[in-house]
């Protein structure tokens, strides 16, 4: 079945980075566009940022551009999420997803900014 791993969250002061990573299985990774998304607590899931199949075009919440970036390693059936100069308003939980109608979530993997 459809699964997804994230990893790489953790506690970070502002302005320092993380790299999240979203291991995929049970699917041809290579055929689907990839998003992150997030959750923050209190508010609705939202959008982070997509990557293409072949890595070819990419975009992003206006919120994170600039700052985020989308690169995926289709061998390896994960799609990554480099997080530079992070905010405490980018304290969420982030979640990766395949496009498509059918939607599968993972455990997601919780990220806190905070001094």
């Known amino acids: 079945q459809v699964q997804f791993v994230e990893s790489g969250g953790g506690l970070v002061q502002p302005g320092e980075s993380l790299r999240l990573s979203c291991t995929a299985s049970?699917?041809?990774?290579?055929?689907?566009?990839m998003s992150w998304y997030r959750q923050a607590p209190g508010k609705e899931r939202e959008l982070v940022a997509t990557?293409?199949?072949?890595?070819?075009?990419?975009d992003y919440a206006d919120s994170v551009k600039g700052r985020f970036t989308i690169s995926r390693d289709n061998p390896k059936n994960t799609v990554y999420l480099q997080m530079n100069s992070l905010k405490p308003e980018d304290t969420a939980v982030y979640y990766c997803?395949?496009?498509?109608?059918?939607?599968?979530w993972g455990q997601g993997t919780l990220v806190t900014v905070s001094s």
């Open positions: 997803r395949r496009a498509g109608r059918d939607v599968y």
């Open positions: 049970g699917f041809t990774f290579s055929l689907y566009a």
């Open positions: 990557i293409t199949r072949s890595s070819g075009n990419t």
